[in-house]
């Protein structure tokens, strides 16, 4: 993997995140998570590069989130596209994903990824934030959510950026 700097990308990340799909991964080597997100974004906040991830509480990979300090996003060619979507359906709590899919994990020194990504951000969060009914002012988007199972907002530092040549 090569190392860019997070100004250096150069990828239409709405596409990446909403069409191709993400992992969202969290963890060490001795306990991990990842599920496929395709909601978020990437931009520049407080003057640094950012992601911003949303995960709802019920979910696995919520629980590491919320005790880590860092987390990945990382992107996969096509073929993975069946191991994605068994990551976004499937829950760790209740099967192997990696053994699953066949993905094999990498631990970076700050966060875990897989070896077969294309490309991986390596994140720190900085901010959370708790969406809730109150803050849409579209009402349209609350057929999203099905009683109090609002996302959680992850605001993170996109730290380092690795791309697979």
């Known amino acids: 993997m090569k190392e860019l700097n997070a100004f250096e990308l150069n990828e239409n990340m709405i596409?990446?995140?909403g069409k191709e799909w993400m992992l969202v991964t969290a963890g060490d080597e001795t306990n991990c998570n990842t599920m496929t997100v395709s909601w978020g974004g990437v931009g520049i906040l407080?003057?640094?590069?950012?992601v911003y991830t949303f995960i709802r509480?019920?979910?696995?990979?919520?629980?590491f989130l919320e005790s880590c300090?860092?987390?990945?996003?990382?992107?996969?060619?096509?073929e993975y596209r069946a191991a994605l979507k068994l990551c976004g359906t499937k829950s760790g709590r209740d099967i192997d994903k990696a053994a699953q899919t066949g993905l094999t994990p990498?631990?970076?020194e700050k966060a875990p990824y897989f070896s077969q990504a294309r490309l991986v951000l390596v994140c720190r969060k900085m901010y959370v934030q708790d969406l809730c009914e109150a803050g849409a002012?579209?009402?349209?988007?609350?057929?999203?959510?099905?009683g109090d199972d609002y996302h959680r907002?992850?605001?993170?530092?996109?730290?380092?950026?690795l791309v697979n040549e």
């Open 15 to 17: 596409s990446t995140i």
């Open 153 to 161: 907002m992850y605001v993170s530092e996109i730290e380092k950026v």
């Open 57 to 63: 509480p019920q979910r696995y990979t919520y629980e």
């Open 106 to 108: 990498v631990f970076d």
């Open 69 to 78: 300090e860092y987390y990945t996003m990382s992107a996969y060619p096509d």
């Open 137 to 146: 002012l579209d009402k349209s988007i609350l057929a999203n959510y099905h």
């Open 46 to 50: 407080w003057n640094k590069p950012v």
